[in-house]
């Protein structure tokens, strides 16, 4: 494929053009078995550090790595390494579904809430025509259901299977369950469905441009200004590897 993966803090992320992301995107599909698609911000990142949890396994598994933080840009930089392009999620989840369009493929939809949910659905059928919508279920559900989605999902075999807000698991829900499905690609963005169901508001360009959309989710959640924190972590680890010049 036409990426290259480095290590950031001993995190892989992959480097992936823009023009490249249709050739990329159709060679995932054409692989056998359950494969996973990952934005990854700087919060991820740090988490995924941990040798011994399943994130960080799930990272290295994944067919396809996408940075979502402008942190994680500069640090590549600073590292010396050669520099990802960094990704809007929204573009990003757009420029996808465009791709699966193009190629006759089809979607399956999980999460949200069922009003959101359909309104959803209805929205990417009217934008997205030639992609067929071979599913959907709602997020938050009861861990008893589980077992009927997972079977769903496998039945219909989609060529992508699009998570959203109320899948607990986030990233790790396809990773865990992999051995489950047979050849789908599944990939994880909490605002897809609240943003195709025009419930809520995608970040501007501008605002993500600048490196400035946690601005958003701190106005959402106030808590999350101790973010600050590992933020310093992450600045002390970027300093301490390229000092010491340890092979990230």
Same mark, same amino acid.
Request: aromatic share 12%; with cysteine.
């Given at each position: ?65 996408? =940075? ?6 500069? +640090?590549? /930089? ?6 990802? *392009? $960094?990704? #809007?999620? @929204? ?66 075999? =989609? ?6 807000? +109320?899948? /607990? ?6 990773? *865990? $369950?992999? #051995?489950? @499905? ?67």
């Amino acid at each position: 494929m036409a990426i290259e993966r480095i290590k950031l803090l001993g995190v892989p992320v992959d480097v992936c053009n823009n023009e490249d992301l249709e050739n990329v995107i159709l060679e995932i599909i054409a692989k056998p078995g359950t494969k996973q698609i990952i934005f990854l911000s700087i919060w991820d990142l740090l988490k995924g550090r941990n040798q011994k949890k399943d994130f960080c396994q799930c990272l290295n598994a994944a067919d396809l790595i996408l =940075p979502v933080s402008k942190s994680i840009i500069w +640090g590549a /930089k600073f590292l010396k390494k050669s520099v990802p *392009v $960094r990704y #809007n999620p @929204f573009n990003a989840v757009i420029n996808i579904l465009s791709i699966m369009e193009s190629h006759y493929k089809s979607l399956y939809l999980l999460g949200g809430h069922k009003k959101s949910l359909m309104q959803a659905e209805r929205n990417v059928r009217e934008t997205f025509p030639n992609l067929a919508i071979v599913g959907r279920y709602v997020g938050y559900y009861p861990r008893s259901i589980e077992p009927d989605i997972v079977q769903a999902i496998y039945k219909a075999s =989609p060529s992508l299977v699009l998570l959203s807000e +109320g899948i /607990k698991e986030k990233n790790l829900w396809p990773y *865990v $369950r992999r #051995n489950n @499905f047979s050849q789908s690609i599944f990939l994880y963005y909490r605002e897809a469905v609240g943003i195709f169901s025009e419930r809520i508001k995608r970040v501007s360009e501008k605002t993500f441009d600048k490196g400035l959309e946690i601005w958003s989710e701190i106005v959402r959640n106030p808590l999350k200004l101790f973010l600050v924190f590992p933020f310093i972590r992450y600045i002390l680890l970027l300093v301490w590897y390229r000092i010491f010049k340890k092979s990230a």
